[in-house]
């Protein structure tokens, strides 16, 4: 069941980073004054974070879209996702309290609230998180599962020959 997911899964998620991660790259080429302002967490300009994050974002995207290893796409989905986590509460730990603003001035052009955005990007990380790590675990559980039948078939084997011996 879950391997079907897998695959439409790394899709959305590839398509969810290029399209915010292009969001954030015409944002970080725009003039609106939260440009100028410095990262909370960070230290460097949000100028300089957008244009960091988003050329993570659209590098993971292509290869959440083009890749073929699972392994690789799911584990890079996952420390994305974590590190955003990660980001977020470390917002909260330095008592910064505005809305995410995750997708740049985008939410103004499109005439979106900002808080309706910050609680879509929260939706978007929780299904990128879930996702993730539940493909790393399936990754686990089948590479688990091939051990155990491959150390059982060789104990057998080592049985039956152990008996012609005999």
Same mark, same amino acid.
């Given at each position: 069941?879950l391997?079907?997911?897998?695959?439409?899964?790394?899709y959305?998620?590839?398509? %969810? &980073? %290029?399209?915010?991660?292009?969001?954030?790259?015409?944002?970080?080429c725009?003039?609106?004054?939260?440009?100028?302002?410095?990262?909370?967490i960070?230290?460097?300009?949000?100028?300089?974070?957008? %244009?960091? *994050?988003?050329?993570?974002? *659209?590098?993971i995207?292509?290869?959440?879209?083009?890749?073929?290893? *699972?392994?690789?796409?799911?584990?890079l989905?996952?420390?994305?996702?974590?590190s &955003?986590?990660?980001?977020?509460?470390? %917002?909260?730990?330095?008592?910064? /309290?505005?809305?995410?603003?995750?997708?740049?001035?985008?939410?103004?052009?499109?005439n979106?609230p *900002?808080?309706?955005a910050?609680?879509?990007?929260?939706?978007?990380?929780?299904?990128?998180?879930?996702?993730?790590?539940?493909?790393? &675990?399936?990754?686990?559980?089948?590479e688990?599962?091939?051990?155990?039948?491959?150390?059982?078939?060789?104990?057998?084997?080592?049985?039956?020959?152990? /008996?012609?011996?005999?």
């Amino acid at each position: 069941m879950l391997q079907k997911c897998i695959r439409p899964f790394f899709y959305t998620a590839g398509i %969810l &980073f %290029l399209l915010t991660g292009i969001s954030k790259l015409i944002s970080a080429c725009g003039n609106a004054a939260i440009l100028r302002y410095s990262n909370p967490i960070l230290g460097i300009s949000f100028k300089q974070t957008f %244009l960091f *994050v988003a050329i993570i974002e *659209v590098f993971i995207a292509a290869i959440c879209i083009f890749g073929k290893s *699972v392994r690789l796409r799911a584990g890079l989905v996952a420390w994305l996702s974590t590190s &955003f986590v990660f980001y977020r509460l470390g %917002l909260i730990w330095v008592d910064y /309290h505005k809305p995410c603003s995750c997708l740049g001035n985008l939410t103004d052009t499109l005439n979106i609230p *900002v808080q309706t955005a910050d609680t879509a990007m929260k939706i978007i990380l929780a299904y990128l998180l879930i996702g993730s790590y539940a493909a790393l &675990f399936w990754l686990w559980r089948q590479e688990r599962q091939a051990s155990l039948a491959a150390q059982s078939s060789g104990k057998a084997a080592g049985s039956v020959e152990g /008996h012609r011996v005999k």
